[in-house]
């Protein structure tokens, strides 16, 4: 019970937080900006490349608040309940917030949240997020997320982008401007790329 309570609080202090007058992000059409971030799978840190991973296929690379919060949490656990669907359509996914890395290395592996399933990145003074339009809220005095531990980072929308494999962006899902919600995000984008690997099949 606590821990929901804690949930829910957080949760509601995050969306007052990140609900602003107007929301800007790329759009469709737009070119992808490349990145190169640390991040961590299944608790082990690297380097993750977007043009690594084009290489391959289509990238859905979504934003979110802060690990261990309750619409995040559920984000994660929903794109690592549907990893092998995204990963059957060509589809690499990859998190980022502006956790630290030693954060993201428990998120990563946590068997509740990502589980290992794909990796989450380090952006802890927002520049990947700046280069697709997106702004962080300064850190908030008072936050912690569900285990107790207080989050001393600021907070990016949760958005997600759908990124074709030449770099294109083919979608913008925002649970600001679009009212989804975060299992929605993944919902949504896993349609896409499965559209995208169906019409390159024919």
Known sequence: MQKYLVTSILGGALLALLTVPAFAALQPSAAAPDFTATASLAGKDFTFSL????????????FYPAAYTGGCDLEAHTFATDAAK??????????????SIQRLNSFSSDPNYCAGKFPVASDPEGKIAAT????????QKGVVDVRGVSVTHGFFPRTTFV????????????SQADHLTPDQHVSRSLVI???MHADKAR
């Open 51 to 62: 043009k690594q991973a084009l290489a391959k296929g289509p990238v859905v690379v979504y």
């Open 86 to 99: 995204f990963v059957a359509a060509g589809a690499t996914i990859i998190g980022v917030s502006a956790d």
């Open 132 to 139: 697709y339009d997106l702004k962080m809220v300064p850190p």
């Open 163 to 174: 990124i074709d494999r030449q770099g294109k962006i083919v979608a913008t899902l925002s």
């Open 193 to 195: 790329v499965q559209k």
